[in-house]
């Protein structure tokens, strides 16, 4: 209900009652140009980590909705509570008990919150140079805010599929599924996004791109909304065919469809492709090979059984003439109980053996007659020199790419006689512009969306409407091409489609792009039913189990990197579409990526040791500077804190300044540096003194007052709240 009628419903006086609500229905029925609709009162949110104290608003676990109650007193773990509205309460509202087991505390949008994120697991295989990409269990609101601390006018692309508010309880409003009998259905939905958007725009680059998916329930009016929030000239509707079966509904045209709606910054730009979407459909789907190289295997075996014990004869020399840059032949395997002498030649050539990124004994992807066969072919190249490993690179073409080197779809354009090596090239392919209906059997949300989730995931997952992942893929290629660093967010993650799709693009080109992806831990109406009878409620550990974020989203990000399932099977299938090496991609092949999940949880800055709180912030400077290195964790207790592998140093007692700063001279990496200190002058005195070459952040020595939400600052306009 909207804020106006909440009051009028509470006036113990029935004339007075009806008067008001015939007048303010007269008014509301005068019209203002645009989109109208009712501002709903502020959402709620349960904290049931937070303690039941005096002072504090609850609501009761059981109920539906956030019914508020404000805590008197507590003696004897029983509350004593006065309703906690505005208005006109009765005598019901007051001194009313409860124990304190039953209740959760809430609280309402604008109401000050401290977040901490606190990691949950990570997965690391894309190695110290790839940046982590990170999955947070979160209600978006909160998190949008903490992000924009981090990454205010920085993000590159926001893909959303929100809840599409079908009527058929697919979403919560203030801890409620709303349904068509809620007569302000519409108005809280538009509500409940719009108080996002604006949060999100502010992430976007100049250049950036908002793309919001949705189907015929809301597209309408969202559409009005995103037109008022943008220039109308830079919002533009897609429509994709995502079901080419068409859901049947009587007497209607069965519907194939649903859109995309792009936003553009002012400064952002559209790629073409070698497939416009639209026309004619091409063999496997892609154009990854367009007019260009393909990128040749490694021939180093990395993801899966990549071993020495996994393939005892693939572990044998590969001998290399330095000279020439250039391979020439293969020695016999080397029995697993013999170790090879790294710097005896063989038949009089410098050898090169498998070992892997951690330096054990690794093996190669081929047999030595075969690779025999490919260098007097000029199939296999000579790399760099890789004195960490103490051993080279080298790389062959594939078997998909003598195929198509036979078949005539690539070609041979020359040949190098010093190094022995062909240089093949796709012949090239014009490049189209994407038109703005989509129909690709890729983008079927049935086989490569809830299919292929399930692969990940498992058959019991809980989770209905994933989005296929080429479509996501699709979406977000035209404008992050070209930005392999750059940075993605979708804050309706669901499944986790967003950094699935971003690990297969970067596996594609060998990029680094960024996903941040958050869910809240929503758990569907049927199991919430069935553990509330069991007598779980939210925040129990049995209850939050069975969330999306814990239940479906993390097991995906983790499997999709991991290339098998959070049970240890393989992942069996393959990917459309070639990877970077010009490769069909296995499913179990995993990726080369970096994720860490963490959950937003909230903290009592009454009851949090300085400790605890350095430790909680410390993931949000990590995050500010880049989510690069591994994330370390520390106490805060030393003068300053710099972690080995990320580009950040804290300052944690100012009066060390001067040795902290010469201590930096020690870290040529470092880029962020955070000043504790509650002085202004002296962090600008500090910030001076450390010159240009880093970004200085003030932080106050109450270290949870740094990333304060929900206050008017950080929500930027007073309206949101
Ligand atoms: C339509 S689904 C997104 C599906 C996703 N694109 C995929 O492919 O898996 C919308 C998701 O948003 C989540 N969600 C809804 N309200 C949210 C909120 N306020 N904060 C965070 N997540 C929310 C729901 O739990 C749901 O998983």
Not at 59 to 77: A, D, F, P, S
């Amino acid at each position: 209900m909207a804020k106006i009628e909440d009051l009028i419903a509470q006036i113990p006086d029935e004339r007075l009652r009806n008067g008001i609500e015939a007048e303010v229905k007269a008014l509301k029925k005068t019209k203002k140009f645009g989109l109208v609709f009712e501002e709903h009162l502020p959402e709620t949110v349960r904290l049931p980590k937070m303690p039941v104290k005096p002072g504090e608003i609850v609501t009761l676990k059981r109920e539906n909705g956030n019914h508020r109650w404000r805590v008197k007193k507590i003696h004897k773990g029983i509350a004593t509570c006065d309703r906690a509205i505005e208005g006109y309460p009765s005598a019901d509202d007051f001194n009313k008990e409860f124990p304190v087991s039953d209740l959760v505390v809430v609280r309402s949008f604008g109401d000050a919150i401290y977040p901490a994120l606190v990691s949950v697991d990570r997965v690391e295989r894309g190695g110290a140079e790839k940046p982590w990409h990170i999955l947070i269990n979160a209600d978006n609101f909160h998190a949008l805010q903490l992000l924009l601390y981090c990454y205010e006018g920085k993000v590159d692309v926001i893909y959303i599929d929100p809840p599409y508010n079908t009527g058929a309880r697919d979403w919560k409003y203030n801890n409620d599924y709303v349904d068509d009998t809620d007569t302000f259905r519409h108005s809280k939905w538009l509500s409940m996004i719009k108080k996002r958007l604006l949060l999100a725009k502010r992430l976007l680059r100049t250049d950036g791109v908002l793309i919001v998916t949705i189907d015929d329930n809301e597209l309408h009016r969202i559409r009005c909304l995103i037109d008022e929030m943008f220039s109308g000239d830079d919002v533009q509707l897609v429509t994709i065919v995502i079901n080419p079966k068409g859901v049947v509904t009587k007497d209607r045209f069965p519907r194939v469809q649903e859109y995309a709606i792009f936003a553009f910054g002012p400064d952002a730009s559209l790629e073409g492709r070698a497939d416009d979407y639209l026309t004619i459909e091409p063999d496997d789907g892609f154009d990854a090979s367009s007019g260009s190289k393909p990128r040749w295997n490694s021939l180093l075996r990395s993801g899966t059984e990549a071993t020495r014990k996994d393939r005892e004869n693939m572990f044998y020399p590969v001998l290399i003439d330095t000279k020439r840059e250039a391979v020439v032949g293969a020695g016999e395997p080397l029995p697993l109980d013999t170790d090879p002498d790294l710097l005896k030649p063989v038949n009089g050539y410098q050898a090169v053996w498998p070992i892997r990124r951690d330096g054990s004994w690794g093996r190669w992807g081929l047999g030595n007659t075969t690779l025999k066969t490919l260098i007097e072919k000029g199939y296999v190249a000579l790399g760099e020199y890789d004195a960490k490993r103490k051993t080279w690179g080298i790389s062959y073409l594939s078997q998909q790419h003598r195929e198509q080197l036979a078949a005539g779809m690539m070609e041979i354009v020359g040949y190098d006689k010093k190094k022995n090596v062909v240089d093949v090239r796709y012949p090239e392919q014009a490049i189209t512009r994407i038109k703005s209906v989509w129909k690709r059997t890729r983008h079927d949300a049935g086989a490569y969306g809830s299919d292929l989730m399930r692969k990940f995931v498992g058959d019991g997952a809980a989770f209905q409407f994933p989005k296929s992942l080429y479509a996501v893929e699709d979406a977000i290629i035209p404008i992050m091409r070209h930005r392999k660093n750059g940075l993605i967010l979708d804050f309706f993650a669901g499944s986790g489609t967003t950094f699935h799709a971003t690990a297969l693009m970067n596996s594609r080109d060998g990029g680094s792009r960024r996903c941040i992806c958050v869910t809240n831990n929503e758990v569907n109406e049927t199991a919430s039913k069935e553990l509330n009878r069991l007598g779980f409620y939210e925040g129990d550990a049995a209850y939050e189990a069975k969330g999306i974020a814990l239940s479906v989203a993390w097991p995906r990000c983790r499997s999709a990197v991991l290339g098998k399932r959070m049970d240890g099977t393989r992942v069996e299938g393959a990917y459309l579409g070639l990877d970077s090496n010009g490769n069909l991609k296995s499913f179990s092949d995993g990726f080369e990526e970096n994720i860490e999940f963490f959950r937003l949880d909230f903290l009592d800055p009454d009851s949090v040791a300085r400790g605890d709180a350095f430790q909680a912030i410390l993931p949000v400077l990590w995050t500010m500077a880049g989510c690069r290195g591994k994330r370390e964790d520390s106490k805060g207790s030393q003068a300053w804190f710099s972690p080995k592998n990320a580009p950040f140093a804290v300052l944690i007692r100012e009066k060390e300044f001067r040795a902290f700063r010469d201590g930096l001279a020690e870290r040529k990496d470092i880029e962020w540096i955070f000043l504790v200190t509650d002085s202004e002058e002296n962090f600008g005195l500090m910030r001076r003194a450390l010159g240009k070459k880093y970004q200085c952040v003030q932080l106050y020595k109450s270290y949870l007052e740094n990333f304060r939400i929900n206050t008017p600052e950080v929500l930027g306009q007073r309206s949101v709240a």
